[in-house]
C-alpha cells in the first residue's frame, strides 16, 4: 500500500520515540495495538512494544492502517552483533578444551571446502544452561526459542569491581547485559583474573524482577564456587558470557535475539547474539 506520507517512527535513547516530519522512510511494528483511550485524545500514544511513542491525529490514522495492514520497514533498524568472531585465537577459561579448527577438505583436492570445528560448549560467545551448574537443571533444548529473544538493556558498568547499579529501567522477562569494558582485556592473561563480580545483591533483584536472561562482556559473572552462577540458573536465568560491542547500545532498550546452536542435551552452546535498534 502506497501513501503520500511515509513516518519514520524512531526511538530515541530516552526511550520515547519521535516521529519525523515528512518525507521519511516508514513505519517499523512489531504489531501493537493502540489503545481505545488513545483515539479520543489529540495525542496519542501507544505500547512500541514497552516505549511510549507520542504522535500527532493527522498521522494517526496513516499509521494505525499500516499496523492494520502488518507493514513493516527495516529501514529504520540499527543491527550490532554483540558476538565475539570464532578463531582459535580467542582464550579459553583454564582447564578448558583447546578449540580447533581445521581443513578438511578443499575445493582444489575435494571439489568443497568443509572445516572440523572442535570447541567446548562454553567457547567463546555463549549462554549457559541450568544443566551447566545444577543437578539435574534444565538444559537448553528444554526452553522454547521465546527464551531467547526479547527486550533488552545495557547497564553501564564499567569500572565497577562489584557490579551494583539501579536496575529501575528494568522490567519483567527483560534481557539485562552488564557493560563492564572486561572484554577489552581478551588478548591478555588477566581476562581471567580480577574479573568483575555481580553483587548476591544485584542477583536477587534481577530474580525479583523476573528477568529471562542475563549477560556480560566477561568471561563469568562470579569466579569459583560460581554462587551467583547457580543462584541465577536455579531461578531460570540464562547467562551469556564474552559478549562484544555493548557500549554500543548503552543506555538503549532494544530488541535482542541470542542463537545459540541447537545442540541436544546442552548445558551451553555459542550462540551468535544480535541486538535491533529500532
Ligand atoms: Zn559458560
Known amino acids: 500500500m502506497r501513501s503520500d506520507v511515509e513516518i519514520l517512527v524512531m526511538v530515541n535513547r530516552s526511550d520515547h520515540a519521535v516521529l519525523t516530519p515528512p518525507p521519511v522512510i516508514g513505519v517499523y511494528n512489531m504489531g501493537y495495538t493502540f489503545p481505545p483511550s488513545a483515539r479520543a485524545s489529540p495525542k496519542f500514544f501507544f505500547r512500541y512494544p514497552t516505549e511510549k511513542i507520542h504522535i500527532s491525529q493527522t498521522l494517526y490514522a496513516i499509521v494505525e492502517q499500516r499496523v492494520k495492514n502488518k507493514f513493516c520497514v527495516s529501514g529504520t533498524m540499527k543491527m550490532f552483533d554483540l558476538t565475539m568472531p570464532m578463531d582459535t585465537q580467542i582464550p579459553i577459561f583454564p582447564g578448558d578444551p583447546e578449540p580447533e579448527i581445521i581443513q578438511v577438505a578443499s575445493i582444489k583436492e575435494n571439489g568443497w571446502n568443509e572445516k572440523q570445528i572442535t570447541i567446548g560448549s562454553h567457547f567463546s ?154
Open 125 to 278: 560467545t555463549h549462554i549457559d544452561a541450568p544443566f551447566h551448574m545444577i543437578k539435574g537443571g534444565k538444559k537448553l533444548d528444554d526452553y522454547p526459542i521465546t527464551k531467547f529473544i526479547g527486550m533488552a538493556s545495557v547497564i553501564d558498568v564499567k569500572n565497577q569491581k562489584l557490579i551494583n547499579p539501579g536496575l529501575d529501567e528494568i522490567e519483567q522477562n527483560d534481557i539485562v547485559f552488564f557493560y563492564t569494558a572486561h572484554i577489552n582485556k581478551i588478548r591478555y592473561k588477566e581476562y581471567f583474573q580480577q574479573n568483575p563480580i555481580l553483587s548476591l545483591e544485584t542477583a536477587q533483584r534481577l530474580i525479583e524482577k523476573k528477568v529471562k536472561i542475563v549477560g556480560l562482556d566477561s568471561f563469568s559473572p562470579d569466579n569459583e564456587p560460581f554462587e551467583i552462577h547457580k543462584l541465577l540458573l536455579k531461578n531460570d536465568i540464562l547467562i551469556v558470557e564474552n559478549l562484544i560491542n555493548l557500549d554500543k547500545l548503552l543506555n538503549s532498550r532494544f530488541m535482542c535475539y541470542i542463537l545459540p546452536l541447537k545442540i541436544m542435551d546442552a548445558d551451553g552452546a555459542p550462540c551468535r547474539v544480535i541486538g535491533v535498534l529500532t
